[in-house]
């Protein structure tokens, strides 16, 4: 027996006819979380009530707490169940794809299915542009490839249950932190299903998603990393200029170039040490171990930066501040990656 879980705010029939479809398909159970509805879906609720377990939030919390709200009722009762499938509200997604994912997730115990889309065709542009920013986004936080980042259509055995239950997240966010604690963790798989692609207009007007503020919420570890290297490459880049100035009345102009490169480096690099391991990746352990990591990447980053910015500036003959300034876009993906993934890394749960 397996079950559905389906996060509903402000549903429409489409939700009637996705739970009377899904037992025609016989899944087991089917779980409707009325997500801080308006009292004008009371009726869409009753409708299907003793044909579904409905549970309620007071007020909207977002899809990741109604999702971890099934998830809790799943284990506080002991529900009987082999796997489960998410499913959006808003009839985006078919019954027997869910089926597919299901079929896929008791086959493959201990995996994440993904019920991915084709993007080919009158896709919302919207959706698009987002999807594919999250993937490559997802790609650089990640080090791995998924080709669907924002499906809602997934699908894993009852032994992830406890785990997804506890992973950070409120609203959309939560789903992207799953795809990225999977991604970290060697022991989970994560398989793509094709499924198909349902918009029902231009602008995926069904959609709850909320554009700029589950934006920063999704791309929220990306964005603070982005503020702190942007805080000091002003630090930087403000030393940079006195440096240079200081060592020209030592060294000649190629020397003095370098050296005040190196000087304003080491002074940012200690800033930056301090943003990131406090209050963007927040580590609170092994102080002195990432400290040496750090600076010993922050040295690789350094000859880098230095060789890159003498090359652009003495070789091809980029002004100053736009060499250094191609130079610090050049090497914001490495330092992000490295810190993420080997210098910061937070201990993965086990599924």
Known sequence: ?????????????????LVNDLLKSEIGNII????????????????????AIILKHNKNLGKGAAIKTALRYIIDNNLETESVVTLDADGQHRPDDAKRLLKSSNENRGALILGVRNFTGDIPKRSMFGNTVTKY????????????????????SRNMIPTMAEIEGERYEYEMNVLLLCAKDDNVDIIEVPIATIYHDSKNSCSHFRTIR???????????????????????????????????????NGTALVCGNIAARIVSSGFNYYINSTFIFKQKENRGKSILQYFTLACLILVLNTLILYCLNDIIGIPKALAKAITELLLFIISFTVQKAIIFKKKTLKF
């Open 214 to 252: 589950d934006s920063i919420r999704i791309y929220g570890h990306l964005i603070a990393f982005a503020g702190s290297s942007a805080l000091s490459f002003v630090v930087d880049y403000i030393l940079f200029f006195p440096f240079v100035w200081m060592f020209g009345f030592i060294f000649p």
């Open 137 to 156: 986004m997802f790609r650089l936080c990640s080090g791995k490839w998924v080709s669907d980042t924002q499906t809602g259509l997934r699908a894993f």
């Open 1 to 17: 027996m397996d079950t559905a879980i389906i996060p509903a705010y402000e549903p429409d029939n489409k939700l009637i006819e």
């Open 32 to 51: 409707v979380i009325d997500d801080g509805s308006s009292e004008n879906c009371k009726n869409i609720f009753d409708s299907i009530d003793n044909r």
